[in-house]
Every structure is written in C-alpha cells, then in structure tokens.
C-alpha cells in the first residue's frame, strides 16, 4: 500500500516544499502583475471609449439646442410676421421643413438616450473591472504568504532535519 505512494520530484520532501514554495512565489508574483497591466489596458480602452461618447453626447446636445432654437425662433418669427404683415403670407420655414426639423430633434435625443446608456455601460463595465482587479490582489496576497510560509518551512526544516545530519556524517568520513 505504501509502495503506490507518489515520489516527489526531490531526494526529500522538505526540499520538495522549498521549491514548491518558491514557485509559488514567483507565479503569486508574475501572474497577478501580468492580469493587472492587462485589466489596465483595458480600462484605459474603456475610458476612452467614455470620452468619445461623452465627445458625441456634447455635440447632440449642442445640435439639439441648434434645431430647438431654429425651430423656437421660426415659430416666433412666422408669428410675429403674421401679426404685424398686410398679407399675413410671408412663412420663414414651411411646416414640411418644421417637421423635419422636429424628426431629427426626435433622432438627436434617441442617439443621445444611446449614448448615455453606452456611457453607463462603459462605467459599469469599469467598476467591475476594479473589483476584479481588488479581488485578485487579494488572492495574490495569500498565495503570496502561504506560498513564503511553504518555501519558509521546507528550508528549515531540510536545513534541521537533513543538511545537518548530512553535514556530521561528512565531517566523520
């Protein structure tokens, strides 16, 4: 039944749990710096893509405005004319052009509800990322310390138990 045993890869096992911990060392050390500049490659792209869409909601906003007061004006300026001409004729937009102004108010604040969604989304996508980014820290942190704690205890425990005993039968021979 012993005999089926598993053999570590070293003459002992506490030089197995010496390098087994190092190991752990260097993949707590290498793996959660390498998921750190990928998340914040990511973030940077997220915050880009916030930037253009805040970029784009500005300049619906500000064509919103155009339109609302080319409208707004128009209205005021027919009635004005209307009231104050002989003919009463005289029509600064035709109510075909009016509506068409009115569509594309109607498109502006459809793209700039999307955007702003977009926005949430990118924001929502980025808190996310930042708790990932705390949660593996975490992780990395106690892999890092049980990681020492294994190379810690495979160390001396070869020095006290092993390398001692091997040393007095050298200096014996």
């Known amino acids: 039944m012993i005999a089926n045993l598993p053999v570590p890869p070293t003459d002992n096992l506490y030089k197995f749990l010496a390098i087994a911990g190092l190991v752990g060392l260097i993949l707590s050390c290498i793996f959660p710096t390498r998921w750190l500049f990928i998340c914040e490659d990511e973030q940077n792209k997220t915050s880009e893509q916030v930037a253009v869409l805040l970029a784009e909601e500005d300049a619906a906003s500000r064509k919103i405005d155009f339109v609302s007061n080319i409208i707004s004006n128009s209205i005021l300026a027919q009635k004005d004319q209307y009231q104050h001409s002989a003919d009463k004729l005289e ?82 021979t």
């Open 91 to 172: 029509v600064t937009y035709s109510n075909d052009e009016i509506k068409a102004f009115d569509a594309e108010l109607l498109d502006l604040s459809a793209t700039l509800r999307v955007n702003r969604a977009h926005v949430k989304a990118a924001i929502e996508r980025d808190s996310t990322l930042v708790k990932r980014v705390k949660m593996m820290m975490y992780w990395a942190c106690i892999a890092y310390g049980l990681s020492t704690i294994v190379t810690t205890t495979g160390f001396v425990s070869w020095f006290f138990f092993v390398q001692i005993h091997l040393d007095r039968i050298l200096r014996n």
